[in-house]
């Protein structure tokens, strides 16, 4: 079965963003669109369908303009919003949000819904706060290891593959806090990035050899994942990550670094469950 582009607007500047996003995204992919409004229980009637009904029609109409022979089709649905579009993203290639939506603070980047979906949706989640004027050629993910991580790649390496351009695997590694006075382990903490460093390098090796048409680069950085990955997605056009990686509880659906990178970065970011898990 094909699957399809799931986007979920509510008629503000961040959803239209989002539709604008997941247009080129499935202009390029080849994915249909589904267009959802998840009507609150104060729209079920009256003047509130109404309105519900033309933030989908406004929605649909802007994705038909950005593309061609896309099937985009819209569902007005009911009940709990975060609910509703798990249960959405069950059968959908990715769902497609904006970062925040009519209610919450205006300062926040990203919103209660977007954080609710990206840690429980079946697949990945990609949450747009705006699309920006300058196209930097290139896809980042993050890499740890992790299953997490793998999934964000094979999400990724699709990602590059249909925009033709490189895709920028990152691998940070935090050195572990030790006393000032401690010299001896500068050595030892060397000889350990520098192994994580070389395995980080080894694992892009199998992705290269089975997407020989993708250019894919790799690096290792020191530092904290959060800045790393921040300062890579800053220059890219989309940004990648695992729900959770190595680190943290593995009860956790979203981890504190995927946490913290969609509180403060305004690129494009993609959060990739494994699907089953």
């Given at each position: 079965?094909?699957?399809?582009?799931?986007?979920?607007?509510?008629?503000?500047?961040?959803?239209?963003?989002?539709?604008?996003?997941?247009?080129?995204?499935?202009?390029?992919?080849?994915?249909?669109?589904?267009?959802?409004?998840?009507?609150?229980?104060?729209?079920?009637?009256?003047?509130?369908?109404?309105?519900?009904?033309?933030?989908?029609?406004?929605?649909?109409?802007?994705a038909?303009a950005?593309?061609?022979?896309?099937?985009?089709?819209?569902?007005?649905?009911?009940?709990?919003?975060?609910?509703?579009?798990?249960g959405?993203?069950?059968?959908?290639?990715?769902?497609?949000?904006?970062?925040?939506?009519?209610?919450?603070?205006?300062?926040?980047?990203?919103?209660?819904?977007?954080?609710?979906?990206?840690?429980?949706?079946?697949?990945?989640?990609?949450?747009?706060?705006?699309?920006?004027?300058?196209?930097?050629?290139?896809?980042?993910?993050g890499?740890?290891?992790?299953?997490?991580?793998?999934?964000?790649?094979?999400?990724?390496?699709?990602?590059?593959?249909?925009?033709?351009?490189?895709?920028?695997?990152?691998y940070?590694?935090?050195?572990?806090?030790?006393?000032?006075?401690?010299?001896?382990?500068?050595?030892?903490?060397?000889?350990?990035?520098?192994?994580?460093?070389?395995?980080?390098?080894?694992?892009?090796?199998?992705?290269?050899?089975?997407?020989?048409?993708?250019?894919?680069?790799?690096?290792?950085?020191?530092?904290?994942?959060?800045?790393?990955?921040?300062?890579?997605?800053?220059?890219?056009?989309?940004?990648?990550?695992?729900?959770?990686?190595l680190?943290?509880?593995?009860?956790?659906?979203?981890?504190?670094?995927?946490?913290?990178?969609?509180?403060?970065?305004?690129?494009?970011?993609?959060?990739?469950?494994?699907?089953?898990?």
């Open positions: 079965m094909t699957r399809h582009i799931v986007v979920g607007v509510d008629g503000s500047a961040p959803a239209t963003a989002a539709v604008e996003w997941a247009a080129a995204d499935a202009q390029r992919r080849g994915p249909a669109m589904r267009i959802v409004h998840v009507c609150e229980q104060w729209s079920y009637a009256g003047a509130g369908t109404e309105y519900c009904a033309g933030v989908l029609a406004a929605a649909a109409d802007r038909r950005l593309t061609r022979d896309v099937e985009v089709t819209t569902q007005l649905l009911s009940g709990n919003v975060i609910d509703t579009l798990i959405e993203s069950a059968a959908a290639d990715s769902v497609v949000l904006g970062s925040r939506g009519l209610g919450g603070f205006a300062g926040m980047i990203l919103g209660s819904i977007g954080m609710g979906v990206a840690g429980h949706a079946a697949g990945p989640v990609v949450i747009v706060r705006r699309l920006s004027a300058v196209e930097h050629d290139r896809v980042v993910v890499d740890d290891g992790s299953e997490h991580s793998d999934a964000a790649i094979r999400y990724a390496v699709g990602q590059a593959r249909a925009r033709g351009v490189p895709l920028h695997v990152v940070a590694w935090q050195a572990p806090v030790v006393s000032p006075y401690a010299a001896a382990y500068n050595v030892l903490l060397e000889e350990a990035y520098e192994q994580q460093s070389r395995a980080a390098a080894e694992r892009v090796t199998p992705w290269r050899e089975k997407n020989p048409d993708v250019r894919i680069v790799d690096e290792q950085v020191p530092g904290h994942p959060v800045n790393v990955l921040i300062k890579a997605g800053s220059t890219a056009d989309l940004l990648v990550m695992g729900s959770r990686g680190g943290g509880f593995a009860s956790a659906v979203l981890g504190s670094v995927s946490h913290a990178v969609l509180h403060r970065l305004t690129t494009p970011v993609a959060v990739v469950r494994p699907r089953g898990e």
